[in-house]
């Protein structure tokens, strides 16, 4: 039996955490524990509270099953369920569904990716789901679909055993698909994120200024092999990360050059 906690950053009521619980939960063998944020995180990056006390309640998801929320970041969750606040220990960590890609340097923000980030610094395979959903959707999605791919994504590699000494943080993105029709799996690198952000200063009622961080939807490059090429595609795209961000090839440069 393999105990999956399931996580996110959009709350724990988010309409894709309820699917994707779901799909695991009807693959025989698979346990389902959930504690996840109260409220939304999105774009929180990697959180570790420390300065107050982490509050979790138990609460009741759409299809009637129990699940833990916490007023802390997805990465809090994360952490306190594998170091005891949910009893039984955690195999597995995955978080999502996002109703938004996680491509590129998306990861350094996404609190959907961190919190498989989390589980990876806890030694457990982390993964992180995050669907592409099309602009102004208001919510109303189909997750079905991608919960279920996710999953038997999910499965396969740990059927795999790719986990073992190496804690890679997988991060599945999937192109929006309302039958289920992609393409197929890609294993793929981290494209290049097109941000189009604006800085926008308004006054409030007392006349200080404060800022506000606005604009498009960000884009990106269409080089094959990457994450963003991938689901634009109409794949899959399954990238594995990894929390060591040494530069190993300007290491290797700045050794030769300076030895004695």
Same mark, same amino acid.
């Given at each position: 039996?393999?105990?999956?906690?399931?996580?996110?950053?959009?709350?724990?009521?988010?309409?894709?955490?309820?699917?994707?619980?779901?799909?695991?939960?009807?693959?025989?063998?698979?346990?389902?524990?959930?504690?996840a944020p109260d409220h939304n995180?999105?774009?929180?990056?990697?959180?570790?509270?420390?300065?107050?006390?982490?509050?979790?309640?138990?609460v009741k998801l759409a299809d009637g099953?129990?699940?833990?929320?916490?007023?802390?970041?997805?990465?809090?969750?994360?952490?306190?369920?594998?170091?005891?606040?949910?009893?039984?220990?955690?195999?597995?960590?995955?978080?999502?569904?996002?109703?938004?890609?996680?491509?590129?340097?998306?990861?350094?923000?996404?609190?959907?990716?961190?919190?498989?980030?989390?589980?990876?610094?806890?030694?457990?395979?982390?993964?992180?789901?995050?669907?592409?959903?099309?602009?102004?959707?208001?919510?109303?999605?189909?997750?079905?679909?991608?919960?279920?791919?996710?999953?038997?994504?999910?499965?396969?590699?740990?059927?795999?055993? $790719?986990?073992?000494?190496?804690?890679?943080?997988?991060?599945?993105?999937?192109?929006?698909?309302?039958?289920?029709?992609?393409?197929?799996?890609?294993?793929?690198?981290?494209?290049?994120? $097109?941000?189009?952000?604006?800085?926008?200063?308004?006054?409030?009622?007392?006349?200080?200024?404060?800022?506000?961080?606005?604009?498009?939807?960000?884009?990106?490059?269409?080089?094959?092999?990457?994450?963003?090429?991938?689901?634009?595609?109409?794949?899959?795209?399954?990238?594995?990360?990894?929390?060591?961000?040494?530069?190993?090839?300007?290491?290797?440069?700045?050794?030769?050059?300076?030895?004695?």
């Amino acid at each position: 039996m393999t105990h999956f906690l399931v996580t996110n950053d959009d709350g724990v009521f988010a309409p894709g955490l309820l699917a994707l619980v779901q799909a695991i939960r009807a693959i025989p063998g698979n346990e389902v524990s959930v504690l996840a944020p109260d409220h939304n995180w999105s774009a929180c990056g990697h959180v570790k509270t420390l300065t107050r006390p982490l509050r979790v309640r138990e609460v009741k998801l759409a299809d009637g099953s129990t699940a833990l929320s916490c007023d802390g970041a997805p990465s809090d969750c994360v952490a306190i369920a594998v170091m005891g606040a949910i009893e039984k220990p955690i195999d597995v960590v995955v978080s999502g569904i996002n109703p938004n890609a996680n491509v590129g340097l998306d990861v350094t923000y996404s609190g959907t990716v961190t919190a498989a980030m989390e589980a990876s610094i806890n030694g457990k395979p982390g993964y992180a789901v995050s669907l592409d959903a099309p602009e102004h959707h208001n919510g109303e999605l189909n997750f079905a679909p991608a919960a279920k791919a996710a999953a038997d994504v999910i499965l396969g590699l740990l059927a795999d055993k $790719l986990e073992k000494n190496r804690q890679p943080i997988w991060n599945i993105n999937l192109p929006y698909r309302e039958e289920g029709q992609f393409e197929g799996v890609l294993y793929t690198r981290q494209g290049v994120r $097109l941000y189009r952000d604006v800085l926008e200063k308004r006054l409030d009622p007392q006349g200080k200024p404060y800022y506000w961080i606005g604009g498009e939807a960000p884009t990106g490059l269409m080089d094959e092999g990457t994450d963003f090429w991938a689901i634009k595609s109409g794949f899959i795209s399954v990238t594995p990360l990894q929390m060591d961000m040494t530069n190993k090839g300007l290491l290797e440069v700045l050794s030769s050059s300076r030895k004695p």
